[in-house]
């Protein structure tokens, strides 16, 4: 993402594109109209439109504009096209389970790979992570608990592609914490069952680990089954 207003700018598109304000289909406001709404100028809203297109979200072209792309042709893997989505839709309800999916095929791989190539420091961290996801410290604190727990399982793992879902996992992850408060609370995922896969990287295990951070994985996928079930009742 950009920074200052170019940043603020795609944050005001992105959000109204991924929650139905601007339709698929729809052309979105002329740059003049975006300058004098928005208070920015011509460079910002085109460097704002261009960041909307790599994220698949826009398409552009001379006779038309700046038309809202299809839903399939939006990048699922960047975490902004995700966030973007208020999390009470159907919509949003969807990516949060098929994210929990692709969860299930790579996070238990990378629990196996990190119990043999992580290195001492990156043991304590994954330790101290899980043993610090708490609910009497808040839902901030777990967030960033469960955050670490699971970024510093990926770098340990030893592999680039999967260290650089990493921020796929944190936005997935807030969708996951506000869907707990839906759900009842002996299906949260547990503090016990973090530590358990933290203990069987720590050990060298690596089909301990594959074993238990499945197991953990699959409490998420019956939270996020139960999800969608509920919000296509609403």
């Not at 289909?25 to 003049?32: C, Q, V, W």
């Not at 960041?51 to 552009?60: A, P």
């Not at 043999?116 to 990156?122: F, T, Y």
């Not at 043993?131 to 469960?146: F, K, T, V, Y």
């Amino acid at each position: 993402m950009p920074t200052g207003a170019v940043k603020d700018t795609v944050e005001h598109l992105g959000r109204k594109i991924a929650r139905g304000e601007y339709p698929t289909g729809a052309i979105l406001p002329r740059e003049d109209e975006l300058v004098d709404s928005l208070g920015v100028s011509r460079t910002v809203v085109r460097e704002a439109i261009k960041v909307l297109c790599g994220k698949g979200l826009v398409r552009t072209a001379r006779r038309y504009g700046s038309r809202v792309c299809p839903f399939d042709d939006w990048n699922l893997l960047d975490p902004d096209v995700i966030r973007w989505h208020d999390p009470r839709s159907p919509q949003t309800a969807r990516i949060y389970a098929e994210a929990t999916d692709l969860r299930l095929i790579f996070e238990p791989e990378a629990a196996a790979l990190a119990a043999v190539n992580a290195s001492r420091e990156q043991r304590d961290t994954i330790l101290a992570a899980a043993r610090a996801i708490h609910p009497l410290d808040g839902q901030e604190s777990m967030i960033g608990a469960d955050y670490m727990f699971h970024a510093t399982i990926l770098q340990a793992s030893g592999n680039q592609m999967l260290s650089q879902l990493q921020n796929l996992i944190y936005a997935v992850m807030l969708f996951s914490y506000a869907a707990s408060q839906r759900t009842p609370p002996e299906e949260k995922i547990a503090r016990r069952n973090h530590v358990g896969v933290a203990e069987a990287i720590d050990s060298g295990d690596a089909e301990l680990a594959r074993g238990r951070m499945k197991d953990m994985l699959v409490q998420n996928k019956a939270m996020a089954d139960k999800l969608v079930a509920s919000t296509l009742q609403e």
